[in-house]
C-alpha cells in the first residue's frame, strides 16, 4: 500500500545536538511538507517543498533544516539553534497542483534530554 | 489573509449523541474546505472535502456542507461512537492556493 513512513516513531535530543527525521513517500507525489505540532496546537508548518531540489521556508523555519533530492524522501534536520524542539513532527505529501488534500505520516515525537 | 476558525473544545458526548463542530473560514474566491482527524499518536486522515459551494461531503457517517452566503463548513454526525474520540481539524486550500491552512483542532470526547 502506498503512503508515508516517518521514521523513528520516538527521538530525543541532547543539548547542542543536531538530528534528522526521516519522512519517505511511496504514494509519487511531488509536493512534500513539515509541520510542527505542540500539545493542544494546530499545525505550524516548518518548510515545504513543492518539487525535487526546491523547497521554501513556512511559517517557522528558523532552527530547522531541510534537503529534497530525491522526490521520495524530505528529510527534516532540527538543529542547535531550535531552541524549544519539543514537539510532534509530522510530514505530509501531496499531488501538486490546487486544491489536493494532504496524506500525512503517522509523526516523530520529538524530546529533550 | 486566510484563515480557518473552529469552535474550542474538547466536547464530550455520550455514544450515540449528535455531534456538531463548527468551522468558519475566511478566504478570497472559492476555497478548497477540508476536514481531517487525529487519533492518539498518529497523523492526520483526510475525512472528508468539499471543492464548490452547496458541495456536501461525507464519510463514515459524518458530513459537511460548504456554505458560501456563511463561510461555513460545519461538520456533523447523527450518532457518535466511542471510536470517533478524536482531535479534528478543519482546513483550507484558497483558490490557486498550494498551502493548507488548519484550524487549531477540536478535541472530541464520546463516553460509552
Known amino acids: 500500500d502506498g503512503g508515508i513512513t516517518q521514521s523513528p516513531k520516538y527521538l530525543f535530543r541532547k543539548e547542542g545536538q543536531n538530528v534528522t527525521l526521516s519522512c519517505e513517500q511511496n504514494l509519487n507525489h511531488d509536493a512534500m511538507y513539515w509541520y510542527r505540532q505542540d500539545p493542544g496546537q494546530g499545525l505550524r508548518l516548518i518548510y515545504y517543498s513543492q518539487i525535487v531540489n526546491d523547497f521554501q521556508k513556512g511559517d517557522i523555519a528558523e532552527g530547522y533544516s531541510v534537503s529534497r533530492e530525491k522526490k521520495e524522501s524530505f528529510p527534516l534536520t532540527v538543529t542547535s539553534a531550535q531552541k524549544n524542539p519539543t514537539a510532534f513532527y509530522l510530514c505530509?505529501?501531496?499531488?501538486?497542483?490546487?486544491?489536493?488534500?494532504?496524506?500525512f505520516g503517522d509523526g516523530t515525537r520529538l524530546s529533550i534530554l | 489573509g486566510n484563515s480557518v476558525t473552529q469552535m474550542e473544545g474538547p466536547v464530550t458526548l455520550s455514544e450515540e449523541a449528535f455531534l456538531t463542530i463548527n468551522c468558519t473560514y475566511t478566504a478570497t474566491g472559492y476555497p478548497s474546505l477540508f476536514w481531517y482527524v487525529q487519533y492518539p499518536g498518529e497523523g492526520l486522515q483526510l475525512l472528508l472535502k468539499a471543492t464548490k459551494a452547496d458541495d456536501k461531503g461525507s464519510n463514515k457517517g459524518f458530513e459537511a456542507t460548504y456554505r458560501k452566503e456563511t463561510t461555513s463548513f460545519h461538520l456533523e454526525k447523527g450518532s457518535v461512537q466511542v471510536s470517533d474520540s478524536a482531535v479534528y481539524f478543519c482546513?483550507?486550500?484558497?483558490?490557486?492556493?498550494?498551502?493548507?491552512?488548519f484550524g487549531a483542532g477540536t478535541r472530541l470526547f464520546v463516553k460509552a
Open positions: 505530509a505529501s501531496s499531488v501538486q497542483g490546487g486544491g489536493q488534500p494532504q496524506h
Open positions: 482546513a483550507l486550500i484558497s483558490t490557486g492556493g498550494f498551502k493548507t491552512i
